[in-house]
């Protein structure tokens, strides 16, 4: 059972979702998850089962996590049926609303309590413990609005151009858009990679990955995907395609991808 629910409208700026990911799994039975390379941050709490990471067996995990935004795959590991409550941030949240540079989060995935110290650890009991996922995203909101009041800022450029990648997929010109905002394109690097963790040229590339992503169903064509995805030919589709996800682009859309139910 995968299940979305929206932000109160005090945080639609900076919060994409909430969501909850449920699966029954025969007890012993593994099941892997892939998460993919994504331009966006999430606050993970594993309120049901655990899981770990097979490339990291000597990684410490914990029930609850800041997923930073991320350039490459990772695979997650779990014996028995789960549940997962999370919150679906934009990447400037985290100096917007836990005053941290985004740079110092990509591809991380931080414990809770590491980033937020004991309100951390007290938020992390608070949504383990709710009686259901209403509760789970009133709990969480009360949060982040509360931080919100705390760190008021206004919207920089970097924040106005994440916002024009994420309206156009990922497909338009990082120079053109460094001319929009007023300031040279070195100036818009260095301020873009603070706010979102990554230059604009790569987190272009992500967001255009995960638009391809969202095609998994649909009876289109690679060719068809790629094109409408703004990829100029296959091969730069399938050599991208594999970078952020682990897969050849058939392999994903034609079969049974690693921890796809979220999606069906």
């Given at each position: 059972?995968?299940r979305t629910f929206p932000p109160p409208p005090a945080l639609?700026?900076?919060?994409?979702?909430?969501?909850?990911?449920?699966?029954?799994?025969?007890?012993?039975?593994?099941?892997?998850?892939?998460?993919?390379?994504?331009?966006?941050?999430?606050?993970?709490?594993?309120?049901?089962?655990?899981?770990?990471?097979?490339?990291?067996?000597?990684?410490?995990?914990?029930?609850?996590?800041?997923?930073?935004?991320?350039?490459?795959?990772?695979?997650?590991?779990?014996?028995?049926?789960?549940?997962?409550?999370?919150?679906?941030?934009y990447p400037t949240a985290l100096p917007r609303l836990f005053?941290?540079?985004?740079?110092?989060?990509?591809?991380?995935?931080?414990?809770?309590?590491?980033?937020?110290?004991?309100?951390?650890?007290?938020?992390?009991?608070?949504?383990?413990?709710?009686?259901?996922?209403?509760?789970?995203?009133?709990?969480?909101?009360?949060?982040?609005?509360?931080?919100?009041?705390?760190?008021?800022?206004?919207?920089?450029?970097?924040?106005?151009?994440?916002?024009?990648?994420?309206?156009?997929?990922?497909?338009?010109?990082?120079?053109?858009?460094?001319?929009?905002?007023?300031?040279?394109?070195?100036?818009?690097?260095?301020?873009?990679?603070?706010?979102?963790?990554?230059?604009?040229?790569?987190?272009?590339?992500?967001?255009r990955f995960q638009h391809a992503l969202a095609a998994y169903?649909?009876?289109?064509?690679?060719?068809?995907?790629?094109?409408?995805?703004?990829?100029?030919?296959?091969?730069?589709?399938?050599?991208?395609?594999?970078?952020?996800?682990?897969?050849?682009?058939?392999?994903?859309?034609?079969?049974?991808?690693?921890?796809?139910?979220?999606?069906?």
């Amino acid at each position: 059972m995968y299940r979305t629910f929206p932000p109160p409208p005090a945080l639609v700026a900076h919060v994409r979702m909430f969501w909850v990911f449920e699966h029954e799994v025969a007890e012993g039975e593994p099941y892997i998850y892939r998460s993919m390379a994504d331009g966006c941050v999430e606050m993970v709490f594993h309120y049901k089962g655990m899981f770990t990471e097979p490339a990291r067996p000597n990684d410490i995990y914990h029930p609850a996590v800041v997923h930073a935004q991320s350039s490459h795959y990772r695979r997650f590991l779990t014996h028995g049926s789960f549940g997962i409550f999370g919150a679906y941030l934009y990447p400037t949240a985290l100096p917007r609303l836990f005053g941290l540079p985004a740079t110092d989060f990509s591809n991380q995935m931080p414990g809770l309590e590491a980033v937020l110290g004991t309100e951390g650890r007290l938020l992390e009991e608070r949504v383990m413990t709710a009686a259901d996922h209403f509760e789970r995203v009133k709990i969480l909101s009360a949060f982040l609005e509360a931080r919100l009041r705390k760190n008021e800022q206004h919207p920089t450029a970097a924040h106005l151009a994440l916002r024009h990648i994420l309206h156009q997929k990922g497909q338009l010109n990082v120079e053109q858009l460094a001319a929009e905002t007023c300031l040279s394109t070195r100036q818009f690097e260095r301020r873009f990679k603070e706010y979102c963790g990554f230059s604009p040229k790569l987190y272009t590339r992500i967001i255009r990955f995960q638009h391809a992503l969202a095609a998994y169903g649909e009876e289109r064509s690679l060719t068809d995907i790629g094109y409408a995805c703004g990829y100029y030919d296959q091969s730069h589709f399938i050599r991208e395609f594999r970078e952020f996800s682990g897969y050849h682009p058939r392999q994903y859309f034609a079969g049974r991808p690693e921890g796809i139910e979220y999606r069906e």
